[in-house]
């Protein structure tokens, strides 16, 4: 796929729309985690120096298209050092604008007709513009008015962090170096049919890990307790076999799990093979003999894939055990050269950054839901509009 990038246009002295994601945790005021602000930089910056006049266009959380400030992006105006305009579409600022401006808009989904890609407000968005760049792809699989409606009013293009994640993902997608590896969890299967699907037509070996794994191991006939699971996938998780076995893809499911009686931060943890599992245990985490299985399948890998942590990585040390591993290992094989590997998810890039290894990995990408759409197949309509054709 190409894309029409920032590259070879001249902005000097246009306006310029950029479309980011900041949709950062903020607790207290304060920023928890800003990588994906700190991704957005490259792009920011290389608008400004060619002296672009620019206001970014973001969104914050779910205020269902209200004003609720409770999701106010001034945090993140205080954090990028840059003025916050209270209202999206007010233009007053543009007449006062000089080349390398910067100003952050106040949070897009103030308004319902963002996420109906309402063309009334798209227009308004986009009206005092004279170039849209997007550079949000965690956002790009959503056709919104800031994604989409504007991309149909004015010359738009890819920013560079857009065009790094979909190049990134073509690559391993396209041709990846083998064996490759793909390890998805997180907690339905329901929600990552498709994906599963597709990493089982693409991967030699298949990890299904985390309250997903749970279930599989439910389909295939093993104790899961009081643990979150959803039997009615039974018959999906089967075909998902089926398909993977069709397919000549090893699919590696939980071995044994890490349960409590209770589920909480601070609950006594003891490593339990699925046949002991008993009917008030809680699944929690991977087990040890899980974890150590998994992690040897990483040294033999020469692709790695990966969304999902496989635990309640946060609730470190005790629950954080499998996803841990699993960064270090991921970690440890790329920064020897002997791996190379694609991390994509909020849980699963926290897990990275908590271990203090996210540098290490050969890509670490900015979308959850984009991330897992784009391994499937599906069209990202925010991506899609920018297509050079």
């Given at each position: 796929?190409?894309?029409?990038?920032?590259?070879?246009?001249?902005?000097?002295?246009?306006?310029?729309?950029?479309?980011?994601?900041?949709?950062?945790?903020?607790?207290?005021?304060?920023?928890?985690?800003?990588?994906?602000?700190?991704?957005?930089?490259?792009?920011?910056?290389?608008?400004?120096?060619?002296?672009?006049?620019?206001?970014?266009?973001?969104?914050?959380?779910?205020?269902?298209?209200?004003?609720?400030?409770?999701?106010?992006?001034?945090?993140?105006?205080?954090?990028?050092?840059?003025?916050?305009?209270?209202?999206?579409?007010?233009?007053?600022?543009?007449?006062?604008?000089?080349?390398?401006?910067?100003?952050?808009?106040?949070?897009?989904?103030?308004?319902?007709?963002?996420?109906?890609?309402?063309?009334?407000?798209?227009?308004?968005?986009?009206?005092?513009?004279?170039?849209?760049?997007?550079?949000?792809?965690?956002?790009?699989?959503?056709?919104?008015?800031?994604?989409?409606?504007?991309?149909?009013?004015?010359?738009?293009?890819?920013?560079?962090?857009?065009?790094?994640?979909?190049?990134?993902?073509?690559?391993?997608?396209?041709?990846?170096?083998?064996?490759?590896?793909?390890?998805?969890?997180?907690?339905?299967?329901?929600?990552?049919?498709?994906?599963?699907?597709?990493?089982?037509?693409?991967?030699?070996?298949?990890?299904?890990?985390?309250?997903?794994?749970?279930?599989?191991?439910?389909?295939?006939?093993?104790?899961?307790?009081?643990?979150?699971?959803?039997?009615?996938?039974?018959?999906?998780?089967?075909?998902?076999?089926?398909?993977?076995?069709a397919n000549n893809c090893q699919v590696l499911l939980p071995l044994?799990?890490?349960?409590?009686?209770?589920?909480?931060?601070?609950?006594?943890?003891?490593?339990?093979?699925?046949?002991?599992?008993?009917?008030?245990?809680?699944?929690?985490?991977?087990?040890?003999?899980?974890?150590?299985?998994?992690?040897?399948?990483?040294?033999?890998?020469?692709?790695?894939?990966?969304?999902?942590?496989?635990?309640?990585?946060?609730?470190?040390?005790?629950?954080?055990?499998?996803?841990?591993?699993?960064?270090?290992?991921?970690?440890?094989?790329?920064?020897?050269?002997?791996?190379?590997?694609?991390?994509?998810?909020?849980?699963?890039?926290?897990?990275?950054?908590?271990?203090?290894?996210?540098?290490?990995?050969?890509?670490?990408?900015?979308?959850?839901?984009?991330?897992?759409?784009?391994?499937?197949?599906?069209?990202?309509?925010?991506?899609?509009?920018?297509?050079?054709?």
């Amino acid at each position: 796929m190409k894309l029409r990038t920032i590259d070879n246009i001249d902005v000097r002295g246009k306006f310029v729309l950029l479309r980011d994601d900041f949709n950062v945790q903020i607790v207290d005021g304060k920023i928890t985690d800003p990588f994906r602000i700190e991704q957005s930089m490259p792009t920011i910056n290389a608008l400004r120096n060619a002296g672009a006049r620019v206001a970014i266009v973001a969104h914050r959380g779910r205020p269902k298209g209200e004003r609720n400030m409770e999701y106010s992006l001034k945090p993140i105006a205080e954090y990028m050092g840059v003025d916050l305009m209270t209202d999206c579409l007010d233009k007053e600022f543009l007449g006062s604008m000089q080349d390398g401006d910067l100003v952050l808009l106040e949070n897009v989904r103030f308004y319902a007709g963002e996420e109906k890609n309402d063309p009334a407000f798209a227009e308004s968005l986009a009206r005092g513009f004279d170039i849209f760049v997007n550079d949000a792809f965690a956002v790009s699989h959503r056709a919104h008015a800031s994604t989409v409606g504007v991309a149909e009013i004015l010359p738009s293009y890819a920013g560079q962090l857009l065009a790094s994640e979909i190049e990134h993902l073509s690559e391993v997608m396209e041709n990846p170096k083998r064996p490759l590896l793909s390890i998805v969890a997180g907690s339905k299967v329901s929600t990552k049919i498709g994906v599963l699907k597709a990493l089982a037509k693409l991967s030699d070996t298949l990890i299904i890990g985390g309250a997903l794994g749970t279930t599989f191991n439910y389909a295939v006939g093993g104790k899961v307790g009081n643990s979150l699971y959803e039997a009615d996938q039974k018959d999906t998780a089967l075909e998902i076999l089926d398909y993977a076995k069709a397919n000549n893809c090893q699919v590696l499911l939980p071995l044994d799990k890490g349960v409590a009686k209770e589920f909480a931060r601070d609950a006594v943890r003891v490593n339990k093979d699925f046949t002991e599992i008993e009917d008030d245990d809680i699944i929690i985490d991977a087990g040890e003999l899980t974890t150590q299985r998994d992690v040897e399948a990483i040294k033999n890998a020469a692709t790695v894939i990966w969304n999902g942590t496989v635990g309640m990585a946060e609730w470190q040390p005790i629950w954080s055990y499998g996803s841990f591993a699993l960064a270090n290992a991921i970690a440890e094989q790329t920064r020897a050269g002997k791996l190379n590997s694609i991390v994509g998810g909020g849980d699963t890039v926290a897990a990275l950054e908590a271990c203090g290894v996210k540098n290490d990995i050969t890509y670490v990408s900015t979308g959850g839901g984009a991330f897992l759409e784009f391994i499937e197949g599906r069209i990202l309509p925010g991506v899609a509009i920018l297509e050079d054709k």
